[in-house]
C-alpha cells in the first residue's frame, strides 16, 4: 500500500499569510493526488486534483504542484474561511489513501 | 444536485454487523465509482473502500480487509457497506463519497460526499 505523510501535523497562520503545506508519497504516484478541505461538522471538499488541477469554485489562491513523491498545496492569502484541516489523497492505486492532515488554525 | 444520503449507523457490540446505505440521486448513478470513507473521533479521514461503476474493481483499506464488504445495486441507486465482525476501532463517522469517474482509482477524485453516519461499536 502506499504511504502519504504531510507536514506540518498543524500550523497557526493569520488571515493574509501565504502557507504552503507539503505531501509526501511512499512510492511514485505520478501526479494522482488530489487535495481536500475538511471543516467540523461539514462534508470534506475537494480543491485540487490531479497534483494542480483547480476544482470548479474553489478559489484561485489555492494551488497545487508536484508530481513523483512530492507535492504541495499552497494557500496564497488566507482568509477566515480558510482554516481547516487539509488532506492529501493519492488515487494512482488501491486502497486509496489519506496524509494524516495539516490542521490549519488562526494564529 | 448530486445528494448522497448515508443510513444504517447505530451502536453495536464488538463482534457483531451493521450494514451501511447510501441512497444516491442526482447524477447517471451507474457511470460512477463509489467510496466509502471514515473519521474515527478526533482523527483524520481514512479511505475504507470503494468500487467502480459495474463493481469490476473493488479495493479495501488494509483494516478492514476480510470483514468488509462493498456492494452497488444500480437499479436502487445505492451503495452498501456490509460490516462483519466489528471492533472498537470501527467507530466513526461514515461517509458516503462519489467518484469522479466509472474507476475506483487512477484519475478519480470524491467530488461529492453525504453527511455522515455515526457507527459506534461498544459494549
Known amino acids: 500500500d502506499i504511504q502519504m505523510t504531510q507536514s506540518p501535523s498543524s500550523l497557526s497562520a493569520s488571515v493574509g499569510d501565504r502557507v504552503t503545506i507539503t505531501c509526501r508519497a511512499s512510492q511514485s504516484i505520478d501526479t494522482y493526488l488530489n487535495w481536500y478541505q475538511h471543516k467540523p461538522g461539514k462534508a470534506p471538499k475537494v480543491l485540487i486534483s490531479a497534483a494542480y488541477s483547480l476544482r470548479s469554485g474553489v478559489p484561485s489562491r489555492f494551488s497545487g504542484s508536484g508530481a513523483g513523491t512530492l507535492f504541495t498545496l499552497t494557500i496564497s492569502s488566507l482568509q477566515p474561511e480558510d482554516f481547516a484541516t487539509y488532506y492529501c489523497?493519492?488515487?494512482?492505486?488501491?486502497?486509496?489513501?489519506f496524509g494524516p492532515g495539516t490542521k490549519l488554525d488562526i494564529k | 444536485e448530486v445528494q448522497l444520503v448515508e443510513a444504517g449507523g447505530g451502536l453495536e457490540q464488538p463482534g457483531r454487523s451493521l450494514r451501511l446505505s447510501c441512497a444516491a440521486s442526482?447524477?447517471?448513478?451507474?457511470?460512477?465509482?463509489m467510496h466509502w470513507v471514515r473519521q474515527a473521533p478526533g482523527k483524520g479521514l481514512e479511505w475504507v473502500s470503494g468500487l467502480s461503476w459495474n463493481s469490476g474493481n473493488i479495493g479495501y483499506a488494509d483494516s478492514v480487509k476480510g470483514r468488509f464488504t462493498i456492494s452497488r445495486d444500480n437499479a436502487k441507486n445505492s451503495v452498501y457497506l456490509q460490516m462483519n465482525s466489528l471492533r472498537a476501532e470501527d467507530t466513526a463517522l461514515y461517509f458516503c463519497?462519489?467518484?469522479?469517474?466509472?474507476?475506483?482509482?487512477?484519475?478519480?477524485?470524491?467530488?461529492?460526499w453525504g453527511q455522515g453516519t455515526l457507527v459506534t461499536v461498544s459494549s
Open positions: 442526482g447524477f447517471t448513478f451507474d457511470d460512477y465509482g
Open positions: 489523497q493519492q488515487s494512482y492505486s488501491l486502497p486509496l489513501t
Open positions: 463519497a462519489k467518484g469522479s469517474t466509472g474507476y475506483s482509482y487512477g484519475s478519480v477524485y470524491l467530488d461529492s
